[in-house]
């Protein structure tokens, strides 16, 4: 809850990059949002400093829906790797299978949130949807139930790479950091915090155009709300899109979005396994404390 209510400026500057068919760029001048001070400046100039918490509460409820299935199923995964299987349940590779599955889990139970999250990041002024009430009832009864999932192909498609790499990434380097360290509790707690930034970047970087694919097509039906930020487009799904943005604006288009999105996945993922290992910690401490009295 802490890490979202910090990062969601940048979320919202990232979606809107994502959104914009114009190209991204200082030099070419022709999309409204042309880095990342100046969309900074222009969205809290046209829209208020409120603009930049757009899409807040569902974005809180989807972190912390997805971050309690995802780890839970990640605990659950590891500890039965552990007691049915001959491998080690602490290694990299294992992590990776686990965490991806954990995150494929997760984005099932919460896809919904997650679309109107970028629905709500996405509209400008005046709101199409006026709160969250309005915009379930309003999605449901003009597009359906299914309207809800929409995206969820390459949700799926990037979410076991990129949450498997973070995990993966993460215990690599804590791995690497514990033979060259012989730090205490609160260097363990600053080595989560490191290892799961460069974790967030490396995973993120790597799998960003599913990412901005999976916008797009959460928009799809919603582009009143779209008109004033620049041209629109529509896509039929996950393969059309691809080949839309590939034709109209090349590879670069891929990655529009990238910069806030690596400081956004770095402090993200930073702090959440910063605070996951924290409170774990905590947690242990007072189970042995009851134990002992």
Not at 145 to 164: K, N
Not at 230 to 238: A, K, L, N, S, V
Not at 263 to 279: N, R
């Amino acid at each position: 809850m802490v890490t979202r209510a910090l990062i969601n400026p940048l979320d919202v500057v990232k979606i809107r990059f994502q959104l914009q068919i114009e190209r991204v760029s200082y030099l070419h001048p022709e999309g409204k949002y042309r880095g990342l001070l100046q969309a900074s400046r222009c969205i809290l100039r046209e829209e208020g400093l409120p603009a930049f918490w757009k899409g807040h509460f569902p974005a809180q409820l989807l972190s912390v829906c997805f971050g309690a299935v995802q780890f839970a199923t990640f605990e659950f995964l590891t500890e039965a790797v552990h007691k049915s299987t001959p491998y080690d349940s602490q290694t990299a590779g294992i992590h990776l299978i686990c965490g991806g599955l954990s995150a494929c889990s997760a984005t099932l139970v919460c896809q919904p949130l997650d679309t109107l999250r970028t629905r709500f990041a996405a509209q400008g002024e005046p709101k199409v949807y006026h709160n969250l009430r309005h915009a379930v009832s309003t999605m449901y009864r003009t597009s359906g139930p299914l309207s809800f999932y929409r995206g969820l192909a390459p949700t799926l498609v990037a979410v076991f790479p990129y949450a498997g790499l973070q995990f993966f990434f993460y215990r690599l380097f804590g791995q690497l950091l514990s033979k060259n360290s012989e730090a205490g509790n609160s260097g363990g707690n600053l080595r989560s915090l490191l290892c799961g930034s460069a974790a967030g970047v490396l995973s993120k970087t790597m799998t960003y155009p599913f990412d901005l694919f999976k916008k797009r097509l959460q928009v799809g039906g919603f582009e009143e709300a779209r008109v004033q930020f620049g041209e629109i487009r529509h896509y039929r799904g996950f393969v059309d899109c691809m080949v839309q943005i590939g034709k109209e604006e090349g590879p670069r288009g891929f990655f529009k979005g990238l910069s806030p999105s690596l400081v956004k996945a770095a402090f993200s993922t930073g702090f959440t396994f910063f605070w996951y290992e924290l409170f774990l910690n905590a947690m242990k401490n007072l189970k042995e404390k009851q134990r002992t009295k």
